[in-house]
C-alpha cells in the first residue's frame, strides 16, 4: 500500500527589510525538497501601537502560529531609540516561546579566523531588561520611583535618569537551564556553561546561577557543567571558541552573544535560530532587517535556509533536511555560488551572486526530488 504523503501546515512570515527575499529564498529551497508544506502567509501581523508603544500583534498571526504550532519568520525592523517596541520580542513574550535556540556551527568554505566552531546557544527569551518595564526621564512615574529606591534601597539616583527594570524569575530560569540540559543530553552535547554577572548583580544574575547549580546537580555524571562571567566569556570565545558546547544565557547576554558568535562563524547572513515554547516553534535567522541591504537581492539567504533545515527536523522529515543541508554545504564549500558576505577577497576569482542565485544553486545541488517537486507555497511577488 501506498504511504500517505503528510501536508505540513506552516505560517511564513516574511517580515521586512531582507526579510521577503531571504524568506523567499528559503522557502524555495524548501518546497525543492519535495516535502510537502501548506503555508499560510502572514505578510505585517502588526496593527498600530498602544499608548504604551507596545506592537499590538494582529489576531490572525497569533491565530495561524498557534494553530499551525510551526512558523518561518523573516526579520521584522524595530526603530531605535524611539517609537514602537520590537514586534519581535512581542512575539515571543505573548506566545511564550521561552527558549531561543542557536546553532552556531563552521561550514567549510566559509572564510573565518577558526577552523573549528560547533557551539549551541541558548537564550531566555521571555524577561531580563527585555521585559520592557522602562520609565522614560522626567515622568512622574520615574520620579516616584527614585523616591521609592531612595526610601527603600538608600540609593540617590539623578533626578534626570531614566530606569529599565531587569526582572530574573526562578521559575523562568529553571523552565531554561532544565532545556538547557534536557537538549544536551537529546543532542550528544558534553558540557553546559551557564553565562551571568552574578559578581555585580547578586540579586538577578546571582538567582540564575543559584538555579543553575540546583539544577546541574541533577545531570552530575551525565552533562558536565560550569559558569561564567559574561565578560571573560566574551574574551574566551574570541580564542577559544572550540571549548564550548551548550551556552546558557539570560535574554540580554543571549543577544549579544549570539552576534558574537555569528561572528565566529562567517557572519550574521549564516546564523539561525528557533524560538521555542511548550508546542510551538517559531524559526527564524539570528539577522535582523539589514535597511542597507534590503531590496537588492544581495542578503545571505544561508541563516534562512538552515532555520528551514532546522524546521524540517523539527517536523521529523529528517532525510529531506539531511539533504538541504548537503545542498547547501556543497554550495557553501564551492563557493563560487555565494553572496558578497561570504567572498572575503575572493571575489575577484569568482563574481558574487544574489539572494535568489545561491538559492537556485543551492536547489540545483539537491539531489532525490528529481521526480517530484511539492506543488504547494505561497506566492511571493
Ligand atoms: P542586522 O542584523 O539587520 O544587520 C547587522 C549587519 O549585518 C549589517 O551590516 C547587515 O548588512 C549585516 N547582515 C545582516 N543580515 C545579513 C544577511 N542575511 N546577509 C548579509 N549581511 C547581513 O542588525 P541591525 O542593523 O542592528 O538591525 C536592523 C533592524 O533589524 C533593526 O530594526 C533591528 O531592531 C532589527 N532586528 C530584528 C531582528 C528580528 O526580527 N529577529 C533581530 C535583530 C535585529
Given at each position: 500500500m501506498k504511504k500517505q504523503r503528510i501536508v505540513h501546515k506552516v505560517t511564513l512570515i516574511p517580515g521586512n527589510g531582507i526579510g521577503p527575499e531571504v524568506i523567499a529564498a528559503a522557502h524555495s529551497c524548501i518546497d525543492a525538497t519535495g516535502v510537502a508544506i501548506k503555508w499560510d502567509v502572514q505578510r505585517t501581523g502588526v496593527g498600530p501601537s498602544t499608548d504604551n508603544n507596545i506592537p499590538a500583534l494582529s489576531a490572525a498571526l497569533l491565530d495561524s502560529i498557534q494553530k499551525n504550532k510551526v512558523a518561518l519568520k523573516g526579520p521584522i525592523t524595530t526603530p531605535v531609540g524611539?517609537?514602537?517596541?520590537?514586534v519581535n520580542v512581542a512575539l515571543r513574550q505573548t506566545l511564550d516561546l521561552y527558549a531561543c535556540v542557536r546553532p552556531c556551527r563552521l561550514y567549510p568554505g566559509i572564510i573565518s579566523r577558526f577552523d573549528n566552531v560547533d557551539l549551541v546557544l541558548i537564550r531566555e527569551n521571555t524577561?531580563?531588561?527585555?521585559?520592557?518595564?522602562e520609565y522614560d526621564c522626567g515622568t512622574s512615574e520615574t520620579t516616584e520611583l527614585i523616591e521609592w529606591v531612595k526610601k527603600h534601597g538608600g540609593k540617590t539616583l539623578q533626578n534626570d535618569a531614566a530606569i529599565s527594570l531587569k526582572p530574573i524569575s526562578a521559575r523562568a530560569s529553571e523552565r531554561i537551564i532544565r532545556f538547557a540540559f534536557e537538549y544536551a543530553l537529546k543532542n550528544g552535547r558534553k558540557m553546559v556553561t551557564a553565562v551571568h554577572k552574578a559578581n555585580i548583580m547578586k540579586y538577578s544574575d546571582g538567582l540564575f546561577l543559584k538555579i543553575f547549580r540546583q539544577v546541574a546537580a541533577e545531570y552530575d555524571g551525565k552533562i558536565d557543567h560550569r559558569d561564567q562571567l559574561v565578560d571573560s566569556l566574551c574574551m574566551q570565545l574570541v580564542r577559544?571558541?572550540?571549548?564550548?558546547?551548550v551556552l546558557v544565557l539570560p535574554n540580554l547576554y543571549g543577544d549579544i552573544i549570539s552576534d558574537l558568535c555569528a561572528g565566529l562563524i562567517?557572519?550574521?547572513?549564516?546564523a539561525p535560530g528557533i524560538n521555542l515554547g511548550s508546542d510551538l516553534a517559531v524559526f527564524e535567522p539570528v539577522?535582523?532587517?539589514?535597511p542597507d541591504l534590503?531590496?537588492?537581492?544581495?542578503?545571505?539567504?544561508t541563516a534562512s535556509i538552515l532555520s528551514g533545515v532546522l524546521m524540517l527536523r523539527h517536523l521529523r522529515e529528517l532525510e529531506a533536511a539531511d539533504r538541504l543541508e548537503a545542498a547547501l554545504k556543497v554550495v557553501l564549500k564551492a563557493?563560487?555560488?555565494?553572496?558578497?558576505?561570504?567572498k572575503g577577497s575572493d571575489s575577484r576569482q569568482h563574481p558574487v551572486v544574489g539572494t535568489q542565485q545561491m538559492a537556485e544553486a543551492i536547489i540545483s545541488n539537491?539531489?532525490?526530488?528529481?521526480?517530484e517537486i511539492a506543488q504547494t507555497g505561497a506566492n511571493h511577488a
Open positions: 524611539i517609537g514602537m517596541r520590537s524577561e531580563d531588561l527585555y521585559a520592557g518595564i577559544t571558541p572550540e571549548c564550548y558546547d562567517g557572519g550574521l547572513g549564516v539577522h535582523g532587517s539589514a534590503a531590496g537588492k537581492n544581495i542578503a545571505n539567504p563557493g563560487d555560488h555565494v553572496t558578497a558576505d561570504l539537491l539531489t532525490g526530488n528529481e521526480g
